[in-house]
T-cell receptor, first 113, second 115 residues
Framework: DAKTTQPNSMESNEEEPVHLPCNHSTISGTDYIHWYRQLPSQGPEYVIHGLTSNVNNRMASLAIAEDRKSSTLILHRATLRDAAVYYCILRDDRGSTLGRLYFGRGTQLTVWP | KAGVTQTPRYLIKTRGQQVTLSCSPISGHRSVSWYQQTPGQGLQFLFEYFSETQRNKGNFPGRFSGRQFSNSRSEMNVSTLELGDSALYLC??????????????FGNGTRLTVT
């Protein structure tokens, strides 16, 4: 199972950008990089995913290193509602791992007003 | 569009009993996965179903089982409950399987407490 490494916790002030790093040095060529977040008392929520190129959506941006061994989730302006545990996950949709996500411990993001 | 619905939200059972949890996926989603979340082990994959067939299974004992119905609704069953089965059980659905890398949409879980 491909593994990811994330800091246990990070802090930010409201309305400031947040860069959440993730290392995945054993990533394979077919692994997609997914990010999910989990707010208190809720199930995980999909944030963004990508393969090689940087990706943007309404929630965040995903910057992927050229060698794909690391990536960064960027929240452009943190709000109090962004306080959550953020999970960086490698996902391969080949037969043996269909529908299966490997969650690590994630990064607990604290946002201060 | 309604999200993933899990019932019941909370459940208290006694050791040795069995329990059935239910999950209704987003309309049109054919893949349903189940996860167990505990403070000690984090989120762990249980199994995944697609079109009523189990395609993948995690490393859990045979006491944990599941099934999927023709309308894609899924149930998971835990027999002979142990104290260590106390956890948040999460269900997730996705639109398609192989090659689509579709995001998973999670419900808010069923909180099971075994006493």
């Amino acid at each position: 199972d491909a593994k990811t490494t994330q800091p246990n916790s990070m802090e930010s002030n409201e309305e400031e950008p947040v860069h959440l790093p993730c290392n995945h040095s054993t990533i394979s060529g077919t692994d997609y990089i997914h990010w999910y977040r989990q707010l208190p008392s809720q199930g995980p929520e999909y944030v963004i995913h990508g393969l090689t190129s940087n990706v943007n959506n309404r929630m965040a941006s995903l910057a992927i290193a050229e060698d794909r061994k690391s990536s960064t989730l960027i929240l452009h302006r943190a709000t109090l509602r962004d306080a959550a545990v953020y999970y960086c996950i490698l996902r391969d949709d080949r037969g043996s791992t269909l529908g299966r996500l490997y969650f690590g411990r994630g990064t607990q993001l604290t946002v201060w007003p | 569009k309604a999200g993933v619905t899990q019932t019941p939200r909370y459940l208290i059972k006694t050791r040795g009993q069995q329990v059935t949890l239910s999950c209704s996926p987003i309309s049109g989603h054919r893949s349903v996965s189940w996860y167990q979340q505990t403070p000690g082990q984090g989120l762990q994959f249980l199994f995944e179903y697609f079109s009523e067939t189990q395609r993948n299974k995690g490393n859990f004992p045979g006491r944990f089982s599941g099934r999927q119905f023709s309308n894609s609704r899924s149930e998971m069953n835990v027999s002979t409950l142990e104290l260590g089965d106390s956890a948040l059980y999460l269900c997730a659905s996705s639109y398609l399987g192989t090659g689509m890398n579709s995001p998973l949409h999670f419900g808010n879980g069923t909180r099971l407490t075994v006493t």
